[in-house]
């Protein structure tokens, strides 16, 4: 089945830091991904569509001089956390999808981001 | 932004059937419901998706009202492992495939 990969598993760095995290579809290519955050014991927050190419697409109230994303290739999308604070800690996941509009999303297995 | 509503939470005893219902009554003629499960710290597994057939893999079954007003996740033999936060999700048509994520339905298989 299709697989997305997200690198690294884990981070743990100071406040102040800017830290990127990578999302890689391994066995399909995928013109747009899709970026999510998740807090302690709640749902999934759509946080910007990254589209290969062109620039992202960034849902209400996320900022994105914050969170930079950039989609270079098929197999590829990166989010940038700049200048990261303790608030910012949080469970940070991508998605892909292969083929037609109606195929499902598939995810990586999460970035947990720990800011001291 | 979610058009599904379940319940949050739900037992099973192991081996019974988990039968996990989800409300999506706003749902268009041509948005597809979608199911996925998360075990604690990973990203969610896809269990499967359906649009007004039944639907059935490996997995689960997928039943789908006539009026594709709620469905139904059906588990047919539940295991400790299935013990996971399950989301029904419609993808809105017309909106670049996202996905918004109700609260989901936590599901406890005891033994």
């Known amino acids: 089945g299709a697989v997305v990969s997200q690198h690294p598993s884990r981070v743990i760095c100071k406040s102040g830091t800017s830290v990127k995290i990578e999302c890689r579809s391994l066995?399909?290519?995928?013109?747009?991904m899709f970026w999510y955050r998740q807090f302690p014991k709640q749902s999934l927050m759509l946080m910007a569509t990254?589209?290969?190419?062109?620039?992202?697409?960034?849902e209400q109230g996320v900022e994105k001089d914050k969170f930079l994303i950039n989609h270079a290739s098929l197999t590829l999308s990166t989010l940038t956390v700049t200048s990261a604070h303790p608030e910012d800690s949080s469970f940070y996941i991508c998605?892909?999808?292969?083929?037609?509009?109606?195929?499902?999303?598939?995810f990586g297995d999460g970035t947990r981001l720990s800011i001291l | 932004d979610a058009k599904t509503t379940q319940p949050p939470s739900m037992d099973c005893a192991e081996g019974r059937a988990a039968n996990l219902p989800c409300n999506h009554s706003?749902?268009?003629?041509?948005?597809?419901v979608y199911w996925y499960r998360q075990i604690h710290s990973q990203g969610p597994q896809y269990i499967i998706h359906?649009?007004?057939n039944n639907e059935t893999n490996e997995m689960a079954s997928l039943i789908i009202t006539e009026d594709r007003k709620s469905s139904t996740l059906i588990l047919p033999h539940a295991t400790l492992r299935d013990t996971a936060v399950y989301y029904c999700?419609?993808?809105?048509?017309?909106?670049?495939?996202?996905?918004?994520f109700g609260s989901g339905t936590k599901l406890n298989v005891k033994p």
């Open positions: 998605s892909a999808s292969p083929g037609s509009s109606n195929q499902p999303q598939h």
């Open positions: 066995d399909f290519q995928a013109t747009t």
């Open positions: 990254s589209n290969e190419g062109s620039k992202a697409t960034y």
């Open positions: 706003t749902i268009s003629g041509n948005e597809y």
């Open positions: 359906g649009l007004k």
């Open positions: 999700i419609v993808r809105v048509a017309n909106n670049f495939n996202k996905f918004y």
